[in-house]
């Protein structure tokens, strides 16, 4: 049976090993230290390394990790990682045969423009990096609207029960602003209060499912009345075309506090 360890780092990010007992693979290494101790002290053997985009907080740790372990790095064909040895594009198929673990592979650009997803269809997990987050989305630093939107609309599209293991513990903050755009959504409300509940008692929140999202995540819900007519009353748009629904959500929520 494989499980999934919840590795924390930095000020909010979450590291993830994909594990039997006793082989493990390593999602957006960040940061090698903690991964190193995990290993160590599950007492675990890495065997791949699975990275979502380039960004530092997210690929930081590999050098480190190859260090240690002579491994497959697999990344996006078209961010710009170092130490890649598998390069990889939609449709693609990670086999990983230590763990018996099979990932097909999303492109999903917005955050960055070449973001993927990982995909492990027989667990029901989705890998989804900086893409989607927990009642909220990535910021669009290389990618545009209609592409972010596509992206979303394409794990949108994954069964309900599919478990959501995003990078960041920033839900709390993301459903302030979920509720700012949706204010009469009453699963949204009640979501809300229980994740604070968690955050309180230092639970994760993370991973989410995709059900979930879809009920109460703004970023997935743009086609949703309501939420247009909220972004219209606070004039930031004048119709409800989704794409440009999105791009004003999606820079309010850059100026929210």
């Not at 494989?2 to 590795?7: F, I, R, Y």
């Not at 957006?28 to 990275?51: F, N, T, Y």
């Not at 240690?68 to 170092?82: E, G, T």
């Not at 449709?91 to 673990?101: H, S």
Request: aromatic share 8%; charged share 20%.
């Amino acid at each position: 049976m494989l499980s999934v360890l919840t590795v924390p780092a930095f000020n909010d990010n979450y590291l993830w090993i994909i594990h039997d007992g006793v082989h493990a693979a390593v999602v957006d290494p960040g940061d090698a230290a903690p991964i190193l101790d995990a290993l160590k002290q599950h007492k675990l053997s890495l065997v791949a390394i699975l990275l979502t985009h380039h960004h530092s907080d997210h690929v930081g740790g590999v050098v480190k990790l190859l260090q240690h372990f002579k491994v497959p790095v697999f990344a996006p064909r078209h961010d710009p990682i170092a130490n890649v040895t598998q390069p990889l594009d939609e449709g693609d198929i990670v086999n990983i045969p230590e763990l018996d673990l099979k990932l097909s592979v999303l492109e999903v650009p917005g955050h960055t423009l070449g973001h993927i997803a990982y995909v492990a269809a027989e667990q029901g997990w989705l890998f989804c990096g900086d893409t989607l987050f927990a009642g909220g989305c990535g910021r669009l630093f290389e990618g545009t609207p209609k592409q972010m939107l596509s992206s979303l609309d394409k794990l949108a599209a994954l069964p309900d029960d599919t478990k959501v293991y995003c990078a960041h513990e920033y839900t709390i903050s993301n459903l302030r602003f979920a509720l700012a755009a949706e204010p009469g959504n009453a699963a949204l409300s009640a979501r809300f209060k229980l994740e604070q509940a968690k955050r309180e008692q230092g639970i994760p929140t993370v991973p989410s499912n995709i059900g979930l999202e879809k009920t109460t995540n703004p970023f997935l819900r743009v086609r949703e009345p309501a939420i247009a007519q909220q972004l219209i009353a606070e004039d930031r748009v004048n119709n409800d075309d989704p794409v440009m629904v999105f791009a004003a959500l999606r820079e309010w929520k850059n100026g929210f506090r």
